[in-house]
């Protein structure tokens, strides 16, 4: 359906939790992008931290073999005076590696030897080492608070005992010297990526405001509801169909009449069950000529007349909003109305006979011919009497057999013969059915009379059987019916006759309408001689 019209452009754009839909996805967007900067920079550091941990962790161990292999720390690491005879190596020590300390501890973890004065005499610990069982060790450790990577190795007896213990430290770089190893490079891309990240955002941003009006959430959600709302309360079937023939939306009243239900939306109109006619109706708005007014289109159930437009969406053509209106009862009333259009054309034509006999008799009787007079009055009788008993020798209701009787003098008129065939039989029927078949009847032949009109030998016959159930059955001399058109003239017709195929109208829509409320079916077919043959059952 069309779009709502744009409003009004917004004097500022808020970026706060009551703004619009683009601001609150601007905001959404920078803070996936900033998430994403912490997440690689989290790996980032997480990845230097294992390697700086790798690494160093062997280069700490290899200084400390270095120092312990050192014959003058195997020869005085228990000398009184070891702090001050090592202090070189230990000093070497970290000179060599880069190590922050290097310190030389007794078995139970004393530091005797240290780079740091202050450190002789503290004690080191040695709960997560293992080089107090005689293996070199390297892991993580505390020192006077510190968080460190250490690694130390035993100074062993000739017997396997462990005489000391040489441990190199050095403290974790921190977050952003952690980073900064990462390399230079690192930091480029991630200032390159928050920089797309929040131009690609805004633009999306802009986007999403010029599309959605500058609307916010609850505004769009308001517009929704009230849409769904308006759409679903109307009494009128609401079915939009788009551009390929998927259906986008049917209201309540749609769903009712057409006998499908809200789970049609998204499938094509060819999916979802609908009878052919309606199916060709709504999709026949996918070219470019895609309205039409008041068309009527018979169900299985239903009368339906349906009006369709084309729909836009800022002057883009997205597909076809068809309404439709329940028009049985009209339908009925036009069905009622007809009936008695029928009994006074029959009337009239009665009426018209009945003057130019009487003009007839008015002559003959002021020329002084009363023998002639006798003989035409004798025959008119016989005549009206031949056309009674040929009807109600095989029609016992009444209703029915008057409906015959009228239609054979209508259709002579027209220089028609309406004539029943020698084999039909109808007992007398219930009122309500005998109203049903009146109208199944009125209009077969009506329109057999009209399609038999001016041809060579026009002529209609009735049959009518209720052996098994009830069959009517009529066939004509006009030009018969395609059969590319046997299914469509039962579905489709408008107010005038010479609109649809045969110049049938809603006559033959009641026939199907009123055949299918009494479980039975209508078809046509090619009539022995020429001519269409429409043939109704109804079950018993």
């Known amino acids: 359906m069309s779009s709502p019209a744009p409003r009004t452009p917004r004097a500022r754009t808020r970026f706060l939790p009551n703004g619009s839909l683009a601001a609150r996805f601007l905001v959404f967007q920078l803070l996936v992008v900033a998430v994403v900067l912490v997440a690689v920079a989290a790996v980032s550091v997480a990845q230097s931290t294992r390697e700086f941990r790798d690494v160093r962790g062997q280069r700490m161990i290899a200084v400390a073999e270095n120092v312990a292999s050192t014959p003058v720390v195997r020869d005085r690491y228990a000398d009184p005076f070891a702090a001050s005879v090592l202090a070189p190596e230990v000093e070497r020590a970290v000179a060599l590696s880069g190590a922050e300390r290097a310190e030389i501890t007794d078995p139970a973890g004393t530091v005797r030897v240290s780079s740091d004065p202050d450190r002789i005499g503290r004690r080191l610990d040695l709960s997560s080492s293992r080089a107090d069982e005689g293996r070199a060790w390297s892991g993580d450790g505390n020192a006077d608070g510190s968080h460190r990577l250490v690694g130390q190795v035993p100074i062993l007896a000739a017997d396997g005992a462990v005489l000391a213990i040489v441990s190199v430290s050095e403290r974790y770089p921190s977050l952003w010297e952690l980073l900064g190893g990462a390399g230079e490079r690192l930091l480029i891309y991630l200032g390159l990526g928050a920089a797309l990240g929040m131009l690609a955002s805004w633009l999306l941003s802009r986007r999403i405001n010029r599309h959605t009006r500058g609307l916010d959430i609850a505004e769009i959600a308001t517009l929704a509801d009230h849409r769904e709302a308006l759409l679903h309360s109307i009494r009128e079937g609401v079915v939009a169909v788009s551009n390929d023939g998927a259906i986008t939306l049917i209201n309540d009243s749609a769903s009712e009449l057409l006998g499908i239900g809200a789970d049609a939306v998204g499938r094509r109109v060819d999916a979802v069950g609908l009878e052919p006619a309606v199916v060709a109706f709504l999709l026949s708005g996918e070219g470019t000529h895609a309205e039409e007014s008041d068309v009527v289109i018979t169900t299985q159930t239903r009368v339906l007349a349906l009006n369709r437009r084309a729909a836009r969406s800022q002057g883009r053509r997205i597909g076809t909003v068809t309404t439709m209106r329940d028009s049985t009862e009209l339908a009925a009333l036009q069905a009622q109305l007809s009936s008695h259009r029928s009994v006074t054309d029959t009337l009239r034509a009665q009426t018209h006979e009945f003057s130019n006999q009487l003009h007839t008799i008015s002559g003959l009787t002021q020329l002084g011919e009363f023998d002639a007079v006798r003989t035409l009055v004798g025959t008119l009788t016989r005549r009206r009497a031949e056309i ?63 399609v038999s009109v001016g041809s060579a030998a026009a002529r209609v016959d009735v049959r009518i059987d209720d052996a098994a159930g009830l069959v009517l059955a009529v066939s004509d001399s006009g030009p018969g019916v395609p059969e590319h058109l046997r299914e469509s003239i039962f579905s489709r017709g408008v107010t005038s006759k010479a609109e649809v195929p045969g110049g049938r109208g809603i006559g033959l829509a009641l026939v199907r309408l009123v055949t299918a409320q009494h479980g039975g079916a209508v078809e046509v077919t090619d009539a022995p001689g020429g001519g269409a043959l429409f043939v109704v059952r109804l079950h018993a």
């Open 388 to 450: 009674n008993e040929a009807v109600t020798q095989h029609v016992s209701d009444p209703a029915v057999a008057a409906l015959l009787i009228a239609k054979t003098s209508l259709a002579a008129e027209s220089g028609v013969t309406l004539g029943l065939t020698d084999d039909s039989h109808l007992d007398a029927l219930d009122p309500a059915l005998a109203t049903d078949v009146i109208t199944l009847l009125g209009n077969l032949i009506d329109n057999a009379v009209d």
